[in-house]
Structure formats: C-alpha cells, structure tokens
C-alpha cells in the first residue's frame, strides 16, 4: 500500500465533523473506481463508501448513510470524505482504495487493490 495519500484525518466530540482527502497518483485515479474503508482495533475491515466514474454514483455503508458524503475532483486526482454527526462506532482508521469498479463499488477488495498508508479518527464521547 503508501500509493494513495489520506489527510484530514483527527479527534473530535462526538456530532463533530471531519473531512478526510485522498490523492492518487493519476494513472491509478483515472483507471479506477475509489472508496473509503475503516478498521477499529479488534474488528474486521469494512466499506465505508465508494463511487462511480465516470457518472458519480455513490454507495455507502448502511450504517453512515445520511451522515457521510463520499465526492470526488477529477481535476485533483482526489477523493474526499465528509464525515458528520460522529460517534464512537465511527472511531477508526480510514484507509482509501482504488481498483477496479466491480470490486470497489460493492465495498470488496483484492490483492491488486491499491491502498494508502490511513488516517486516524478518533472520536471523543
């Protein structure tokens, strides 16, 4: 992984907000679809959210609709997360992947998967 460069990540109180970025290299950008993914200690990987190219369609996790909005900068090569009304279940690291449309849209990943290093959020209740 280390690829894709994750930012914005941090603490905050519980109903805060915090907005995570992920730059790909454009090669990587261009030919993939992308996603937000997160792991709490002790606890499986999940999908957090992902969307479409070239059309924008965005999927997400039952348990951060209406909270999360995954959007994307074609222009920037860069894949943004706003995260609000956070709690707890939300703490985690967030990592972003890119790989083919298929995989990343139904929240599932491979060894060919290209990932970055993450980002921390923490949430204080």
């Known amino acids: 992984g280390g690829q894709l460069v994750e930012s914005g990540g941090g603490s905050v109180q519980a109903g805060g907000s915090l907005r995570l970025s992920c730059v790909a290299p454009g090669h990587i950008y261009r030919n993939n679809c992308m996603g937000w993914f997160r792991q709490a200690p002790g606890k499986k990987r999940e999908g957090v959210a992902s969307i479409a190219k070239p059309g924008g369609q965005t999927f997400y996790a039952d348990s951060v609709k209406g909270r999360f909005t995954i959007s994307q900068d074609n222009a920037k090569n860069t894949v943004y997360l706003q995260m609000n009304n956070l709690n707890a279940e939300d703490a985690a690291m967030y990592y972003c992947?890119?790989?083919?449309?298929?995989?990343?849209?139904?929240?599932?990943?491979?060894?060919?998967?290209?990932w970055g290093q993450g980002t921390q959020v923490t949430v204080d209740s």
């Open positions: 992947a890119a790989d083919v449309c298929w995989e990343i849209l139904t929240m599932s990943t491979r060894e060919n998967t290209y």
